[in-house]
């Protein structure tokens, strides 16, 4: 008796103390920030958000606390902004303030503030800066980036000659194209479709990004430190990304091996020289571990997001014959079937550009969205 009186009162002591948590929710809630629905402790406001479309949650919580609302989704903190004007107050009147990232915990773990991605402020700027300006020289105009993709798309075509018809798949075909003209800009080379070291980095980078989408992925950015401590197919997007890293840091010392600071060849050559300009200075940002996540950065974003796009195209010219026929028809009164396309034929091509406009459109992989802080 007198032991089950001893475990009743830390018992009620705890379930008084969930209680108090249940009423008054985050105590971030009382900070100066819009309205929105109370929270739960640990859910946030899954529960008003949970449905067949997230879309209609949050649109009835706009039609009752107005275009700018707070949320949270499990302990994390949104402001949603609905509606032209307000996302124009904010990405545009108040840009400099909306420039940051959100700091998900999958990206903690992984970029650690580092890359193209993930990263803000000072690092970013300078990530960005010197990625536009040497991606824009493509190794310093030795090549320009037409000819690469002209390039790669011979090596396509004669891949796809070889299946004389029979139907296929073409993800893989399409997703090893892009990522070699992706490899031609940042490392300096292509790959051959057999190399199986290629092979097994884009296999890792396509689980990878099937995984994100996963349950677990989404609950390891929701509660990391209790996912930290569960099994689960989490773990392996981890332990795929210090594989393409490995990867990457191995093509990193070949260059540095072969570097010829009077001769640079591609945006890896360009890194180790700024690098080896900066060495003495304490507060650079680059250093081995930018250069290795801005390079898969570029990889992982120009690879997947493209051949993505090819895909649904050639899926919307499937479902709409009578637009493949036109477009046809007009590549065949600018380019006919002797050459090649460049770059100098859009302007004479409206209703191709205009295709492919809507197939950029009607994909959608990167939705514009405001990041968070």
Same mark, same amino acid.
């Given at each position: 008796?007198?032991?089950?009186?001893?475990?009743?009162?830390?018992?009620?002591?705890?379930?008084?103390?969930?209680? *108090?948590?249940?009423?008054?929710?985050?105590?971030?809630?009382?900070? +100066? /920030?819009?309205?929105?629905?109370?929270?739960?402790?640990?859910?946030? +406001?899954?529960?008003?958000?949970?449905?067949?479309? /997230?879309?209609?949650?949050?649109?009835?919580?706009?039609?009752?606390?107005?275009?700018?609302?707070?949320?949270?989704?499990?302990?994390?903190?949104? &402001?949603?902004?609905?509606?032209?004007?307000?996302?124009?107050?904010?990405?545009?009147?108040?840009?400099?303030?909306?420039?940051?990232?959100?700091?998900?915990?999958?990206?903690?773990?992984?970029?650690?503030?580092?890359?193209?991605?993930? =990263?803000?402020?000072?690092?970013?700027?300078?990530?960005?800066? $010197?990625?536009?300006?040497?991606?824009?020289?493509?190794?310093?105009?030795?090549? =320009?980036?037409?000819?690469?993709?002209?390039?790669?798309?011979?090596?396509?075509?004669?891949? @796809?000659?070889?299946?004389?018809?029979?139907? *296929?798949?073409?993800?893989?075909?399409?997703?090893?194209?892009? =990522?070699?003209?992706?490899?031609?800009?940042? $490392?300096?080379?292509?790959?051959?479709?057999?190399?199986?070291?290629?092979?097994?980095?884009?296999?890792?980078?396509?689980?990878?990004?099937?995984?994100?989408?996963?349950?677990? !992925?989404?609950?390891?950015?929701? $509660?990391? #430190?209790?996912?930290?401590?569960?099994?689960?197919?989490?773990?392996?997007?981890?332990?795929?990304?210090?594989?393409?890293?490995? %990867?990457?840091?191995?093509?990193?010392?070949?260059?540095?091996?072969?570097?010829?600071?009077?001769?640079?060849?591609?945006?890896?050559?360009? $890194?180790?020289?700024?690098?080896?300009?900066?060495?003495?200075?304490? +507060?650079?940002?680059?250093?081995?571990?930018?250069?290795? *996540?801005?390079?898969?950065?570029?990889?992982?974003?120009?690879?997947? #997001? #493209?051949?993505? #796009?090819?895909?649904?195209?050639? *899926?919307?010219?499937?479902? %709409?014959?009578? &637009?493949?026929?036109?477009?046809?028809?007009?590549?065949?009164?600018?380019?006919?079937?002797?050459?090649?396309?460049?770059?100098?034929?859009?302007?004479?091509?409206? %209703?191709?550009?205009? !295709?492919?406009?809507?197939?950029?459109?009607? !994909?959608?992989? /990167?939705? @514009?969205?405001?990041?968070?802080?």
């Amino acid at each position: 008796m007198d032991l089950w009186l001893g475990l009743t009162s830390p018992l009620l002591l705890l379930a008084a103390v969930l209680l *108090l948590l249940l009423l008054r929710g985050p105590r971030a809630a009382l900070g +100066n /920030l819009p309205p929105g629905p109370h929270p739960l402790p640990l859910l946030g +406001n899954l529960l008003q958000l949970w449905g067949p479309s /997230l879309l209609q949650s949050l649109l009835a919580l706009r039609d009752k606390f107005g275009s700018v609302f707070t949320v949270y989704m499990g302990p994390h903190r949104m &402001v949603v902004l609905w509606g032209y004007e307000a996302v124009k107050e904010a990405l545009v009147d108040q840009a400099e303030e909306f420039g940051g990232r959100e700091g998900l915990a999958l990206a903690k773990r992984t970029a650690k503030g580092n890359g193209l991605f993930f =990263s803000n402020g000072e690092t970013w700027r300078q990530m960005r800066r $010197f990625a536009l300006s040497t991606l824009r020289d493509f190794g310093m105009g030795k090549r =320009s980036i037409e000819e690469r993709i002209q390039e790669e798309v011979q090596y396509l075509l004669e891949e @796809l000659d070889k299946t004389r018809g029979i139907p *296929l798949d073409p993800t893989f075909l399409l997703r090893r194209s892009v =990522s070699n003209v992706i490899c031609s800009v940042v $490392f300096g080379a292509r790959f051959s479709y057999e190399d199986e070291e290629f092979q097994t980095l884009l296999s890792l980078i396509q689980a990878n990004f099937r995984r994100v989408d996963t349950v677990c !992925v989404q609950l390891y950015n929701l $509660f990391p #430190t209790v996912m930290n401590l569960l099994p689960g197919p989490h773990h392996r997007l981890f332990e795929n990304y210090e594989e393409q890293k490995r %990867y990457v840091a191995g093509v990193v010392q070949k260059h540095r091996e072969t570097l010829d600071p009077a001769s640079p060849r591609d945006y890896t050559d360009a $890194f180790l020289i700024r690098m080896q300009q900066e060495e003495n200075d304490p +507060n650079t940002k680059f250093h081995q571990e930018n250069l290795l *996540l801005c390079a898969l950065d570029l990889f992982f974003a120009g690879t997947e #997001t #493209t051949s993505t #796009t090819l895909r649904y195209g050639l *899926l919307m010219l499937l479902k %709409y014959p009578q &637009v493949t026929e036109r477009v046809q028809e007009e590549i065949d009164q600018v380019i006919g079937r002797n050459r090649r396309p460049c770059m100098e034929d859009r302007p004479k091509m409206p %209703y191709t550009d205009a !295709v492919i406009h809507e197939i950029q459109r009607f !994909v959608d992989v /990167l939705p @514009l969205a405001s990041p968070t802080r």
